[in-house]
Every structure is written in C-alpha cells, then in structure tokens.
C-alpha cells in the first residue's frame, strides 16, 4: 500500500480513537501527498472540528464544497462551521443544500403498504 494510504488510515483510526490532534498530524501529511483527495479532506476537517479549530475545519468544508458542489456532508459541515465562528447568516444556504441534498429513503410502494 502507498504511505499516503497508511497516513490516511492512521488519521481515521486515531479520529476513531477520539484523539482528533493526533489525527491532524497523519491527515496534514497524507494532504500534502494528495491535496485534492476528498476522502482525507473530510477526515481532517472533522478533526480541526472536533478540536475546536474552526476556521481550519471551514476551510476543509469549503475546499470540499468546491471539489464536489453535490456532497450534503461537505456543506453541512461548512455549516456547522461558520455557525460556530458567528456566521449564521453565511451558514444558512449551505444548512438548506445540506438537506436538499440529504439521501432519503424511497417511499413505499401501494402494493408493499398493503402486505
């Protein structure tokens, strides 16, 4: 496997452990090998928000925003990150795309409601 694989999984596992500063140390390096991989740019961006670091998690959500414009996670969490920094109003289109985007489940079908 290729280190950047190794540094990504490390990050997860360390996001899994509960230790979100250890996590950035392995995610920041597996993002400078692979800065348009979204997969460890999600990762990083809940570690920066589970530390606290919000503007940093902003700028992950946004970067990611802009590499997938249809990902309900990446503006929920930009969302959740400019409400944190004081800037709901900013927030508010990326709450409603959020959940625009959301996977819902299919509705029933007549037949199947009568089983």
């Known amino acids: 496997m290729s280190e950047t694989y190794d540094l990504f999984q490390q990050g997860r596992a360390h996001l899994r452990a509960g230790r979100p500063a250890q996590a950035t140390v392995a995610l920041e390096k597996a993002k400078r090998r692979e800065p348009r991989s979204r997969s460890i740019r ?66 029933l079908d007549a037949e199947s409601e009568t089983s």
């Open 42 to 107: 999600e990762a990083l961006a809940i570690a920066y928000f589970r530390l606290g670091r919000f503007q940093e998690a902003e700028a992950e959500f946004r970067t990611l925003v802009d590499l997938a414009p249809a990902d309900e996670f990446a503006h929920y969490g930009l969302a959740r990150s400019l409400v944190k920094l004081g800037r709901r109003t900013e927030a508010r289109p990326h709450i409603k795309l959020a959940r625009f985007l959301r996977p819902r489940t299919p509705p």
